[in-house]
């Protein structure tokens, strides 16, 4: 009897600790669902309903369900976008050329006699010209007045003819009307009103793993493609070439796993809200879907300016530099591992004569440290601050001269160049 009072005992305490670590355990998850679940990104709990219910798990459905709204989100959105995306056509004269036959003994009579027009040489010449598709790329507009934004090397020529293609299959000629001097973006204008256009979002919200969208005349040919990847990276820095414009330093770029192809420069890369975060323009030859969009946000600035003066003005400080990573300073043994380092290169000098960093005493070794309060880092290159400020704009710049700091004041000049 006293045996079985002790086994009974045993079993008691057991059932007892059991229901107490299930009521802990689903008190736990109620707590974390309720509190964190919509809060955290990437922290789903949504399984937790079927255990509370007595229902069973049911994440496979909700995965379905979570997937089949993601599906359908990306077909509105493009629907909805695809009006104002376009495809940009680059035609020119070319010569046209014909081919004829000559005698390699031209007209002399004793050679004549015995070949006559047996022995002939191929030769070339120029018959006129004639007006040909020579590039093309993608582009998307921006106000219902017509300005359309794509790449500088989509509109490199100064001597083509441009031609956008709308979705509804109607074809305008298009403008030129400035080219970014310092980034590879282009503002065009074509002559109709009442076009959809595309809203500009924020470039800085953009994460690692978010969902984007790329649209554009892939390979020239396929207008309108749709691909749909993740951001892969932000702040990549490239040197990327391109037909009229030679070798160019991307910075600051979102890498993208969406795929891009030749012609689908120019167009946007897109969030799942519609709004664009990037433009398309380079892609890594060889490899498998890597390529990069401009950020928006450093497109807004010129776009405005082109709005505003009709065409593309930035403020000149004057300074050549390299942005100073960890890497850097270990590499050229600097004191601190954020910053503009003014340093020259094959194209001039760290600081150009009679510029306004000249004017405030900056030398070729100075490390700038902050604009304005503003530190440099990855995030805050030289030239993105900068970009914040207009010309006339006076700001103060904090460098490290020799390791010292010292503080100086700079007015902005237009850059001419």
Same mark, same amino acid.
Request: proline share 4%; hydrophobic share 40%; net charge neutral.
């Given at each position: 009897?006293?045996?079985?009072?002790?086994?009974?005992?045993?079993?008691?305490?057991?059932?007892?600790?059991f229901?107490?670590?299930?009521?802990?355990?689903?008190?736990?998850?109620?707590?974390?669902?309720?509190?964190?679940?919509? =809060?955290? /990104?990437?922290?789903?709990?949504?399984?937790?309903?079927?255990?509370?219910?007595?229902?069973?798990?049911?994440?496979?459905?909700? !995965?379905?369900?979570?997937?089949l709204?993601?599906?359908?989100?990306?077909v509105?959105?493009?629907?909805?976008?695809? *009006?104002?995306?376009?495809?940009?056509?680059?035609?020119?004269?070319?010569?046209v050329?014909?081919?004829?036959?000559?005698? @390699?003994?031209?007209?002399? /009579?004793?050679?004549?006699?015995?070949?006559?027009?047996?022995?002939?040489? /191929?030769?070339e010449?120029?018959?006129g010209?004639?007006?040909?598709?020579?590039? =093309?790329?993608?582009?998307?507009?921006?106000? /219902?007045?017509?300005?359309?934004?794509?790449?500088? #090397? +989509?509109?490199?020529?100064?001597?083509?003819?441009?031609? +956008?293609?709308?979705?509804?299959?109607?074809?305008?000629?298009?403008?030129?009307?400035?080219?970014d001097?310092?980034?590879d973006?282009?503002?065009?204008?074509?002559?109709?009103?009442?076009? *959809?256009?595309?809203?500009?979002?924020? =470039?800085?919200?953009? %994460?690692?793993?978010?969902?984007?969208?790329?649209?554009?005349?892939?390979?020239?040919?396929?207008?309108?493609?749709?691909?749909?990847?993740?951001?892969?990276?932000?702040?990549?820095?490239?040197?990327?070439?391109g037909?009229?414009?030679?070798?160019?330093?991307?910075?600051?770029?979102?890498?993208?796993?969406?795929? !891009?192809?030749?012609?689908?420069?120019?167009? *946007?890369?897109?969030?799942?809200?519609?709004?664009?975060?990037?433009?398309?323009t380079?892609?890594?030859?060889?490899?498998?879907?890597?390529?990069?969009?401009? @950020?928006?946000?450093?497109?807004? &600035?010129?776009?405005?300016?082109?709005?505003?003066?009709?065409?593309?003005?930035?403020?000149?400080?004057?300074?050549?530099?390299?942005?100073?990573?960890?890497?850097?300073? %270990?590499?050229?043994?600097?004191?601190?591992?954020?910053?503009?380092?003014?340093?020259?290169?094959?194209?001039?000098?760290?600081?150009? @004569?009679? =510029? *306004?960093?000249?004017?405030?005493?900056? &030398?070729?070794?100075?490390?700038v440290?902050?604009?304005?309060?503003? %530190?440099?880092?990855?995030? #805050?290159?030289?030239?993105?601050?900068?970009?914040?400020?207009?010309?006339?704009?006076?700001?103060?710049?904090?460098?490290? #001269?020799?390791g010292?700091?010292?503080?100086?004041?700079?007015?902005?000049?237009?850059?001419?160049?």
């Open positions: 009897m006293e045996k079985l009072t002790r086994q009974k005992f045993v079993i008691l305490v057991g059932l007892v600790a229901a107490a670590a299930a009521a802990g355990t689903a008190l736990t998850f109620q707590y974390l669902e309720n509190n964190f679940g919509d =809060s955290v /990104p990437g922290l789903d709990l949504g399984f937790l309903r079927g255990f509370k219910s007595g229902t069973g798990t049911t994440t496979e459905g909700e !995965i379905n369900e979570r997937v709204r993601q599906d359908e989100l990306v509105q959105t493009v629907a909805r976008v695809a *009006p104002a995306v376009v495809a940009i056509v680059a035609a020119k004269d070319v010569p050329f014909e081919q004829y036959f000559v005698s @390699p003994f031209g007209d002399d /009579p004793f050679f004549k006699q015995f070949f006559g027009d047996r022995f002939q040489i /191929p030769q010449r120029q018959k010209t004639e007006k040909r598709q020579v590039s =093309s790329g993608t582009g998307f507009i921006i106000s /219902p007045e017509g300005l359309i934004v794509t790449n500088k #090397h +989509v509109v490199a020529d100064a001597e083509a003819e441009y031609t +956008v293609f709308f979705n509804d299959g109607k074809k305008l000629s298009a403008k030129v009307l400035a080219r001097p310092l980034q973006l282009a503002v065009l204008k074509v002559d109709r009103a009442g076009l *959809p256009s595309l809203m500009l979002g924020d =470039s800085a919200s953009a %994460k690692i793993g978010q969902t984007v969208i790329a649209i554009g005349n892939a390979l020239g040919e396929f207008s309108n493609s749709v691909s749909v990847g993740v951001v892969s990276g932000l702040q990549r820095s490239i040197t990327a070439f037909r009229g414009i030679g070798s160019e330093d991307l910075t600051e770029l979102i890498q993208t796993d969406a795929a !891009i192809n030749p012609g689908n420069s120019g167009g *946007p890369l897109l969030n799942l809200r519609g709004e664009v975060i990037g433009m398309n380079a892609i890594v030859e060889g490899a498998e879907n890597i390529g990069f969009a401009i @950020p928006v946000n450093k497109l807004k &600035r010129s776009i405005a300016s082109v709005q505003k003066t009709g065409r593309i003005i930035y403020p000149f400080l004057g300074v050549r530099y390299l942005t100073i990573n960890e890497n850097a300073a %270990k590499t050229y043994n600097l004191s601190v591992s954020d910053g503009a380092w003014l340093k020259g290169d094959n194209q001039g000098p760290a600081v150009v @004569p009679g =510029s *306004p960093a000249d004017k405030a005493g900056l &030398r070729e070794g100075d490390i440290v902050e604009i304005n309060g503003q %530190k440099l880092d990855q995030s #805050h290159t030289l030239s993105s601050v900068l970009g914040g400020f207009g010309v006339g704009d006076s700001i103060t710049l904090a460098y490290l #001269h020799n010292a700091r010292q503080t100086t004041s700079v007015t902005l000049v237009e850059r001419t160049q």
